[in-house]
């Protein structure tokens, strides 16, 4: 305002001396009017420095209330999100641990499996073995007493009685494995017989009778061994297949639950990661926020203070 006062005074005293002077002044510019063609001149340049400030003090103000937004923006997303993370971290963490204990049960299963297939085996292969043992037993007695018969039954029973055939009988009938079977009355006539101290008259047909039962009775025995054995290898069969579907589907657990545990574990590392940059961006921001504040508060001061000093 002053210096429009100023300005107004000059170009007074400047129109009186234009009357007063101008008979004086031939072809050159009068020197108050250069005075005042240069205050209008600063006056303009002065305005338009004022229009200049104007212009970057509403950009900056218009900066101060857009980046004020933007953070306030910034910091409630970034304090709504930090929960949010925090639990799902926790939630991963519950997942990974019950992960870990899946893991374990499935190698633990797994291996159970294993064991109880070797031990099944072991006891199949050792069952099979004894199996084989008595089979091969009970074929020899059986053909010595099928040769016993046929060479009695053909009235040849001296002929026999010096074979080896007869001797093997002899220890079968004396055996505990017939204890069951023979009474000590026929046991002891049979033995009596085969060892060439007791008359034997084919007609009888007694010791026949006694061959004959203990040939039926080994030959079923031997029978219902065979199908015990077969029913065994078929049970033993169906165990094995059945363990080895076990196996393979707790090595098909273990090999996505081994996957789990790298995905969890990662996605933990990466949220965990994610919470901490979250917490020190805002941080960072509420520290801006406040010093945007400041310094917006600050320009605002000064530029009332500005335009005073310009009126």
């Known amino acids: 305002m002053a210096f429009s006062r100023a300005v107004s005074l000059v170009a007074l005293a400047a ?18 009017r250069k005075v005042v063609n240069l205050l ?63 893991l374990k049960a499935a190698q633990v299963g797994r291996e159970t499996a294993k064991k109880d297939m070797a031990e099944a085996t072991a006891i199949r292969e050792k069952d099979a073995q004894a199996f084989a043992a008595y ?10 007493m099928t040769k016993a018969l046929g060479a009695l039954e053909k009235g040849m029973s001296g002929a026999f009685l010096q074979t080896g055939a007869a001797q093997a009988l002899i220890r079968l009938a004396q055996s505990s494995a017939f204890s069951d079977l023979l009474v000590d009355a026929d046991r002891q006539e049979l033995v009596s017989f085969l060892s060439g101290t007791s008359d034997y008259a084919p007609a009888s047909g007694e010791i026949i009778g006694i061959l004959k039962q203990m040939h039926e009775t080994m030959a079923k025995d031997l029978a219902d061994e065979a199908a015990t054995e077969a029913e ?21 657990t273990i090999e996505a639950k081994q996957a789990q545990i790298g995905e969890l574990g990662v996605q933990i590392v990466d949220m965990q990661a994610d919470l901490e940059d979250s ?18 508060g600050t320009k605002t001061s000064e530029w009332e203070e500005r335009k005073k000093t310009r009126a």
């Open 15 to 32: 129109g009186a001396a234009v009357h007063t002077q101008a008979a004086e002044v031939s072809g050159a510019l009068n020197p108050i």
């Open 40 to 102: 209008q001149a600063m006056q303009q340049k002065v305005t338009a420095e004022g229009e200049k400030e104007q212009d970057l003090y509403d950009k900056f103000m218009c900066y101060c209330k857009t980046g004020t937004q933007d953070l306030e923006a910034s910091i409630a997303a970034a304090e709504d999100k930090g929960p949010s993370v925090a639990s799902a971290i926790e939630a991963s963490k519950g997942k990974l641990a019950q992960a870990k204990e899946d």
């Open 135 to 144: 089979k091969a037993e009970a074929d020899t007695n059986i053909a010595a």
């Open 232 to 252: 065994a290898v078929k049970s033993h069969e169906a165990l094995i297949a059945a363990k080895e579907k076990e196996v393979e589907a707790l090595g098909a």
């Open 279 to 296: 917490q020190a961006s805002l941080e960072a921001d509420k520290k801006f926020l406040k010093e945007l504040k400041t310094s917006c």
